[in-house]
């Protein structure tokens, strides 16, 4: 806060010290400062160096300007300066012209300083509301000033805002007057207040401005379309609008003497700033050429009616006539059109198909077989596509694996893919890894027994003593010697293509050592096919229930991306026909037979097969047109009830038992089956939950989208299956 400044103005020297001690408190503190000066002309220079002066207290009798002079010069130089007069000379004549020279007050010499202090104190006093005052007055006059702006502001931007508005509206008359429709204005009194030239034409004349809404009507002879009825006034579309409606009509007539024109009248409210409504405004145009096209429409839709129900009478007496032939080309035709099928679906390789299908004039005994291999000259063995794919691979020296839930076909297809092969001159080998041993064997005697299985397939016991070869190599580990029995004694010995086929793959599971370097060797076998030749005539194909991730411990080494996987699936109908042998003796329909029951197997091989061969062994044929309510009941009564104690050959409870063990192991594996069951698909992610259970045989993978794999397993491993073994 600023000091309060103080000029005092005497020539008597002692003066200055008895101030400066009276308010010693009030300078140290900061709150008053005081100058002093000597006479008038001395006071004035100071007042002009420091206006902020706030009190000048002076004495009347000075050398070169006295102090009622100073008074009257202080008036007029500085208004807001409040001086009071310290003299000897107290007379009433000096008090009175001090006064009306504008002293604030008046001290008498000798001081009293405690009189001064109070004065000061009032003087003080006096000057701060002075001061107040005087801002309160700047400010208001500062706040008048901006007012005056503000509202010179306010009154240009209005009259830019009115001549705006003003070229608005002629813009808005102008466009209305060039739209191709009619407009009519109405206010929210109801009286008219604007048409323009279209409107006036259509309408016959102007508007009528005392008008009321109710009264247009009857004023531009306003009908009801078709008629000669005055249009309602409080149906017609611009009341409706008043009342804050927006509709639109074209049962309107303007009638013009004999002229009439219909109309189609569209109107709308407008709503003013408050949301009320200022203005109803109707659009409307004449609509002659539609109507006339409407009713040319309708002439000529009632005589294409017309002909039309003359071509159908001819088409009904034509139908009449050829039903009857119609009939027996599709009785004809039926049998032909699914043979076409058939022809068309298998007509590309039939090479190969050729080769593995035995012909019916060969077969003495035709018997369905459930269960295990097929063998060679099997009449019900199915080829399928992955016959053609894993004939071509090997064909071409691709190493294969055909990894799969059980009894799907694969051994099966080994054995005619063996003999194919066999024919053209290859050397082929099956081995069952099941029939090493288990568990409780070493890697030393696993690996000898497979070199001598190995050696014994290839009718090479007669010439190399496998055991004694086996010891003389004992400075090598027991995978070393397999590859260098494969390198030096198989490979030297045979000059022809060789393929093994390493079936039961899955038994490595039972294992209690790593098996990774038996698979590691068989990827260096495909990869020395670069540096040595005769390695290009050996193949490898493993079969088995499993995946390749589960195969290797070590998920970083995999020889799986130099194979080529065979995909097995279940039997096509195309595919499935050498099958229809053993039905004809009893079905009348063989091929809708074989299709129904593959509805319920999805081509499963077992299944199918089972299938067939209770249909085979029925004591009775199946009623012709009955198929599809008679091979339901064949399944549930000799498949579906007391499953368990009819699954022979063993099938289901195959499955019930790895799901009870892979339910032991992980629950979410079971888990995901209840939900592919309540859910019917689920997107395939390719977990481990998920490859477990594909392994099952439950359920089977198409497009990315799990399913289940048939309806045989849908009503035995329901969800009633499900929840019973959750919660056990």
Known sequence: MMPAKILVVDDEPDLEALIRQKFRKEIRRNQIEFIFSRHGLEALNQLAIEPDIDIVLTDINMPQMDGLTLLDQIKLLYPTVTSVIISAYGDMTNIRTAMNRGAFDFLTKPINLDDLEITTQKTLEHVQKLKTALEQERLARQAQTQLL???????????????????????????????????????????????????????????????????????????????????????????????????????????????????????TPIFDEQG??????????????????????????????????????????????????????????????????????????????????????????????????????????????????????????????????????????????????????????????????NRHISMEQWYAGFTYILASGFNLITEIDVITWWREHQFLSPIQRLGTFINEVL????????????????????????????????????????????????????????????????????????????????????????????????????????????????????????????????????????EVEWIENLVQTKVVVNWESQDEPEHLRTIRDRILSLQRRDIQVLKLYQEVIQHEEVAAVDSLEERELLLSGLVVKQEGILKVHNRIYQRIFDSKWVDKILNS
């Open 149 to 267: 702006i503000h509202l010179q502001q306010e009154i240009t931007e209005r009259q830019r805002a009115e001549e705006a508005l003003r070229d608005n509206e002629k813009k808005l008359a102008q466009l209305l007057e060039a739209v191709p429709v009619g407009i009519f204005v109405i206010d929210r009194y109801g009286k008219s207040s604007y048409a323009n030239q279209t409107a006036v034409q259509i309408l016959g004349k102007a508007i009528e401005p005392e008008a009321k809404v109710d009264d247009l009507t009857s004023i531009y002879q306003a009908y009801v379309a078709g008629t000669q009825q005055i249009y309602p006034p409080d149906k017609q579309p611009i009341a409706l609008a008043l009342r804050g409606e927006s509709v639109s009509v074209d049962d309107v007539e303007i009638h013009q003497g004999d002229k009439v024109i219909p109309l189609e009248v569209s109107a």
């Open 276 to 437: 009320q409504i200022a203005y109803a405004i109707a659009a409307f145009q004449d609509i002659t050429q539609r109507k006339q096209s409407e009713a040319e429409r309708v002439k000529f839709t009632e005589e294409l009616a017309i002909k039309n129900t003359d071509l159908q009478q001819a088409k009904d007496k034509l139908a009449q006539a050829n039903q009857t032939l119609e009939e027996k080309v599709i009785e004809r035709t039926k049998e032909l059109s699914q043979t076409l099928e058939i022809l068309k679906a298998t007509q590309a390789e039939l090479v190969i198909e050729n080769a593995l299908l035995r012909s019916a004039e060969n077969i003495s005994a035709y018997e369905y077989q459930v269960g295990g291999s097929l063998p060679m000259n099997a009449p019900t063995y199915v080829v399928r596509q992955a016959d053609r794919y894993l004939y071509k691979a090997l064909k071409r020296g691709e190493f294969c694996y055909i990894l799969n839930a059980r009894q799907m076909g694969k051994s099966s297809l080994r054995v005619q893919i063996m003999n194919r092969l066999q024919m053209e001159g290859f050397i082929c080998v099956a081995m069952d890894l099941s029939e090493i041993g």
């Open 491 to 626: 490979l030297e010995k045979i000059p022809q293509n060789i393929v093994i086929f390493i079936d039961e793959i899955d038994s490595i599971f039972n294992l209690n050592f790593e098996i990774d370097d038996f698979f590691i060797l068989l990827r260096s076998c495909f990869n020395k096919r670069a540096d040595s030749p005769k390695y290009q005539r050996l193949t490898f194909v493993l079969l088995g229930v499993a995946t390749p991730s589960q195969l290797l411990q070590d998920k970083n080494r995999t020889p799986f991306n130099i194979g080529q996987l065979i995909e097995l699936h279940g039997f096509q109908l195309h595919e499935a026909q050498p099958l229809l042998q053993g039905l004809i003796n009893k079905v009348s329909n063989p091929q809708t037979v074989l299709k129904e029951l593959l509805e319920w197997t999805n081509g499963q091989p077992f299944l199918t097969q089972k299938l067939c061969k209770l249909i085979g062994n029925s004591s009775s044929p199946i009623p012709s047109n009955k």
